[in-house]
C-alpha cells in the first residue's frame, strides 16, 4: 500500500509560479509511474505530466515549455510557472505500476487557483 500526501498549491497571479511536492510513504518499489493530474471544476479529470521509474516525462500540451515534473526518491514534484487562469484547478498526484491496474494510488489534492 502506498499513501500520497500532496502540498504546495495556493493562489497566486496570473505569471507567477508554485511549485507542488507529493510525499510518498509505503512500498513503492513496484511503482513505475508518477503523475500530475489535474480537475477543474466541472470538468474530468486530465493528465499534466508524468515521469517513469527511469526518469522519463511526458507533458500535456497544455503544459509543455511552462511545467516541469521531478522525482527524487520518494517525492514528486511539479514546477509551474508561467501560470494561467486556465491552470486553476485541483491537482492530485498518482503512483501506478502499469502493469498491474490493483496498484494505483492517488493522494487528496491540493487547490491551485491562478486569479489576479
Known amino acids: 500500500q502506498v499513501q500520497l500526501v500532496e502540498s504546495g498549491g495556493g493562489l497566486v497571479q496570473p505569471g507567477g509560479s508554485l511549485r507542488l511536492s507529493c510525499a510518498a510513504s509505503?512500498?513503492?518499489?513496484?511503482?513505475?509511474?508518477m503523475g500530475w493530474y489535474r480537475q477543474a471544476p466541472g470538468k474530468q479529470r486530465e493528465l499534466v505530466a508524468t515521469?517513469?521509474?527511469?526518469?522519463t516525462p511526458n507533458y500535456a500540451d497544455s503544459v509543455k515549455g511552462r511545467f516541469t515534473i521531478s522525482r527524487d526518491n520518494a517525492k514528486l514534484y511539479l514546477q509551474m510557472n508561467s501560470l494561467k487562469p486556465e491552470d486553476t484547478a485541483v491537482y492530485y498526484c498518482?503512483?501506478?505500476?502499469?502493469?498491474?491496474?490493483?496498484?494505483?494510488?492517488w493522494g487528496q489534492g491540493t487547490q491551485v487557483t491562478v486569479s489576479s
Open positions: 498518482n503512483f501506478r505500476n502499469i502493469y498491474k491496474s490493483v496498484q494505483n494510488y
Open positions: 509505503g512500498s513503492i518499489f513496484s511503482i513505475n509511474v
Open positions: 515521469i517513469t521509474s527511469g526518469g
